[in-house]
């Protein structure tokens, strides 16, 4: 399966060349649990489709005409495809140099807009008539999870956009979770600041490469759209949106948009809800968003993210470890490699080097650690493979004494979802590991590490010639 870098820039275009990796689901399936369920199966299961529900059923009973989409982007595979990237272990330094390859966005007319075919505003703008799920238990209603806040300085006017998400409350009302240490955040306190209301727009549905893109890890303030369209590899299409004008733009291409204000000082309790540690949040305050418009295509498509499940945390990793790779590159020229693996959640990082000369690896994992969201990082080399969880654990196990190549850093900031922090704390505790070999004692020379047990190349093809024989009479599970 592949997905042309820099085709055409929408969801349904993505989905179109899906073929097999697309499941169908004709049957009702309730947007209450019942869609995360299925969800939650596959996890276990380790199978990744992308699965689209063509009768999603209401809390109501009554099923919506607007189809659901979820488990996009669970598969790295494909997802490093939609990126360009026939490779999926080679993303960490695509994503770096497409991030610092911005292309500017172009505006496009209202009528060539296809996400502003429909428009609903003020009374008629209701949010409950979209097929919103519910998903876990404990959590008090429907969510937004894959819609895309999207603010702006007020000093600069610099755009800002981001994954966040709303608690749907009523018709015009939801909660709009900022997270604190978020670009969006500091957009709202400053609206606060000044006593004004921050406007708001949250768009949902895209190809995932635009998707991807927007989660871009940039400085503040620096603009997403531009930062999108050097990932995507082409220029996203903006509109105004209807009821901030240029002030706030969202993608033309998109499915829907809800547009909105956040009055000064305007707050509600928002959750417990589902995180990507895979733990419910508390509950904790969030803006009040007010409603004023909803606009999509005339036959929009839903896009919801599962919360805590391998489909959220895809996207968000391979662009952590775009902006990882760039952050270790300029301190460490033999890094080659990157990756946060779905096990670690956004916590753990692997750096992979070629012959890092002494000190270098130590530099690179303090420079990882800096990243808030890092709380382990391990340095392997080169003959070790990041992305096989048995390799990692070997690598650990014979090639690191804990007093000699590891090294704790105590206040550093972090993530505050993190559920093992005391509460109220807002620095953490990190850790680095170097389970690199020491370097060989003089240049040409080999590494003083006992070789690796290997059997010969030809005794390995006729060692897979035989099991290929055996297998046809079928092999036990375990």
């Known amino acids: 399966m592949t997905v042309p870098h820099g085709s055409a820039l929408d969801l349904r275009t993505f989905l179109g060349g899906l073929g097999e990796r697309l499941l169908d689901i004709e049957a009702p399936v309730s947007v ?16 990744f489709p992308v699965l689209r529900f063509l009768q999603p059923q209401l809390a109501n009973g009554a099923l919506s005409p607007i189809p659901v989409v979820n488990n996009l982007t669970a598969s790295r595979v494909v997802t490093a495809a939609a990126l360009g990237v026939a490779d999926h272990r080679r993303c960490a330094e ?4 497409r991030a610092a390859n911005a292309i500017a966005p172009r505006v496009v007319a209202r009528g060539d807009a296809p996400v502003q075919a429909v428009v609903v505003e003020g009374a008629a703008a209701d949010l409950t008539s979209l097929p919103v799920l519910t998903q876990h238990e404990l959590e008090p209603g429907p969510y937004l999870t894959a819609a895309h806040a999207t603010t702006f300085d007020p000093d600069t006017l610099t755009d800002n956009t981001a994954i966040q998400r709303c608690w749907i409350m009523g018709p015009r009302q939801m909660s709009w979770m900022a997270y604190p240490a978020s670009h969006n955040a500091r957009n709202l306190r400053k609206f606060r600041e000044r006593g004004e209301a921050c406007p708001v727009a949250f768009w949902i549905g895209h190809h995932p490469a635009v998707v991807i893109g927007t989660q871009a890890k940039l400085d503040y303030p620096q603009s997403h759209w531009a930062a999108a369209g050097g990932i995507a ?26 547009e909105g204000w956040v009055r000064p000082g305007a707050e ?8 990507y540690t895979g733990y419910l949040g508390p509950q904790t305050r969030a803006a009040l968003c007010e409603v004023t ?29 775009g902006r990882l790779y760039s952050l270790v590159k300029a301190v460490a020229p033999s890094l080659v490699n990157v990756h946060v693996p779905v096990s670690g959640r956004r916590f753990h990082a692997y750096l992979q080097f070629n ?32 992305f096989a969880p048995e390799e990692m654990l070997w690598a650990l196990a014979t090639r690191v004494q804990w007093s000699r190549d590891s090294f704790v850093v105590d206040g550093l900031s972090t993530s505050t979802l993190d559920p093992s922090l005391p509460s109220g704390a807002q620095t953490g505790s990190k850790i680095g590991v170097d389970a690199t070999l020491p370097p060989a004692v003089g240049p040409g020379q080999p590494r003083a590490v006992p070789p690796r047990a290997t059997v010969p190349a030809d005794a390995e093809v006729r060692a897979r010639a035989l099991l290929a024989g055996v297998a046809q009479g079928g092999l036990p599970e375990a």
Not at 32 to 47: G, I, K
Not at 94 to 97: E, N, V
């Open 32 to 47: 209450v649990h019942e869609m995360t369920a299925l969800q939650h199966e596959l996890d276990r299961a380790s199978r």
């Open 94 to 97: 695509a994503f770096a140099r």
């Open 233 to 258: 590899g082409s220029a996203l299409r903006l509109v105004p949106s209807v009821t901030h004008g240029e002030r706030v733009m969202v993608p033309a291409d998109a499915e829907i948009v809800i």
């Open 268 to 275: 509600t309790a928002d959750g417990p809800f589902g995180e």
């Open 293 to 321: 418009c909803i606009t999509r295509r005339t036959d929009a498509i839903y896009h919801d993210y599962g919360s805590g499940l391998t489909d959220m945390l895809v996207p968000d990793n391979i662009a952590m470890e």
């Open 355 to 386: 012959r890092p000369p002494r000190g270098e690896v130590r530099d690179a994992l303090a420079a990882a650690l800096a990243y808030r969201r890092c709380k382990a990082v391990f340095a392997v080399d080169e003959d070790v493979d990041l």
